[in-house]
C-alpha cells in the first residue's frame, strides 16, 4: 500500500508596508515588545523605519 503525500502550502503572512503576501519563513521580521511586523525585504523596511522616525519626530516638536 502507497500513501499519497499530499504537499502542504507554507503559512503567508503580509508585508506591513506593502501588504504584499509572503511566505512566513522568508519574511524578515522586526519584534516589538508586544507585536511582530512582517517585510517583504529591506526596502519596505527601510521605508517603515523611516516612516516611524518621521512620526516620532512629528510627536516630540
Given amino acids: ?7 502542504v502550502e507554507p503559512e503567508h503572512v503580509a508585508c506591513a508596508v506593502c501588504m504584499k503576501q509572503i511566505p ?4 524578515k521580521s522586526f519584534e516589538g515588545e508586544e507585536y511582530v511586523l ?3 525585504g529591506l526596502e519596505c523596511y527601510a ?9 516620532n519626530g ?3 516638536g
Fill in 58 to 60: 512629528k510627536n516630540n
Fill in 24 to 27: 512566513k519563513d522568508v519574511a
Fill in 47 to 55: 521605508q517603515w523605519q523611516q516612516q516611524a522616525q518621521q512620526d
Fill in 38 to 40: 512582517h517585510f517583504c
Fill in 1 to 7: 500500500m502507497s500513501e499519497n503525500i499530499v504537499p
